[in-house]
């Protein structure tokens, strides 16, 4: 390491157990903006360990890399409360779907009865099945041909 507070980027990519080519990637998204030292070599430094940090725990939140460089985009992501917001809304659709399938399997687990024989099984997938489309001549199937 050249000192206690620079890092090539095979130094900061081990560090953090990634590939050196994911860096690479994230600074042409524009995520990272690494130092450039002599004959254009990457010099990441204790404010890049900080930003690598948060990119990996906004991808664990499930941010995709287009919304992280929006929040990162200032010194403050709150300044863009409209994004969290939309994305708490998401994660708790999917909060709500992952509780109702844990129960569901909970209770197939639990359920004396086959699944298929199951009321509470039959009727979780009959709510799944859609209507079917009105008739009429406004209902015609489209042509994707």
Not at 12 to 28: D, I, K, M, N, Q
Request: with cysteine; aromatic share 4%.
């Amino acid at each position: 390491m050249k000192s206690s507070e620079e890092l090539a980027i095979g130094e900061l990519a081990e560090r953090f157990g990634l590939p050196t080519h994911v860096l690479r990637y994230w600074e042409s998204m524009g995520l990272l903006e690494p130092a450039r030292g002599a004959g254009g070599q990457r010099s990441y430094e204790q404010a890049d360990l900080a930003r690598v940090a948060l990119i990996l725990m906004g991808k664990e939140a499930g941010f995709t890399l287009g919304e992280l460089r929006t929040l990162l985009s200032t010194p403050n992501p709150m300044d863009h409360r409209d994004l969290l917001r939309r994305h708490a809304e998401e994660l708790e659709r999917r909060i709500s779907r992952a509780r109702a399938a844990k129960e569901l399997i909970e209770h197939a687990l639990a359920c004396p009865i086959p699944f298929a024989e199951c009321e509470h099984a039959r009727d979780r997938i009959a709510s799944r099945i859609p209507p079917p489309p009105p008739a009429g001549p406004s209902a015609r199937p489209h042509s994707y041909v």
